[in-house]
């Protein structure tokens, strides 16, 4: 059974960093690329970051350069998100999933996801 858990959410102050991660298992992590997508309030969905586990090719979205690191440990089965000088507008549930290549990494895209892990920066 593919199974994703991601963790290491919480509330920090506006210009803060935290560190997310997200613990695979159920399927080969070498040959896998995965992204991580967040939900902000009233919004939806989307993908703002991914890594090939394979070759470690990484792709940010708009929102997430200069601000956020994907990267993975393969001996753990686990991606992180290093998110820095974050924002009150970063503020959402953050989910990772798995996506067929880093050049995929949007919502319609991914197949399994995990249950995420809620965000909140505060002003």
């Known amino acids: 059974e593919v199974q994703l858990v991601e963790s290491g959410g919480g509330l920090v102050q506006a210009g803060g960093s935290l560190r997310l991660s997200c613990a695979a298992s159920?399927?080969?992590?070498?040959?896998?690329?995965i992204g991580w997508f967040r939900q902000a309030p009233g919004k939806g969905r989307e993908g703002f970051s991914c890594?090939?586990?394979?070759?470690?090719?990484?792709y940010y979205g708009y929102s997430a350069q200069g601000r956020f690191t994907i990267s993975s440990d393969a001996a753990k089965n686990t991606v992180y998100l290093q998110m820095s000088a974050l924002k009150p507008e970063d503020t959402a549930v953050y989910y990772c999933?798995?996506?067929?290549?880093?050049?995929?990494?949007?919502?319609?895209?991914?197949?399994?996801w995990g249950k995420g892990t809620s965000v909140t920066v505060s002003s």
């Open positions: 159920g399927f080969s992590f070498d040959d896998s690329s």
């Open positions: 890594i090939s586990i394979r070759d470690g090719s990484t």
């Open positions: 999933a798995t996506v067929p290549s880093t050049e995929e990494c949007v919502t319609f895209a991914a197949q399994h």
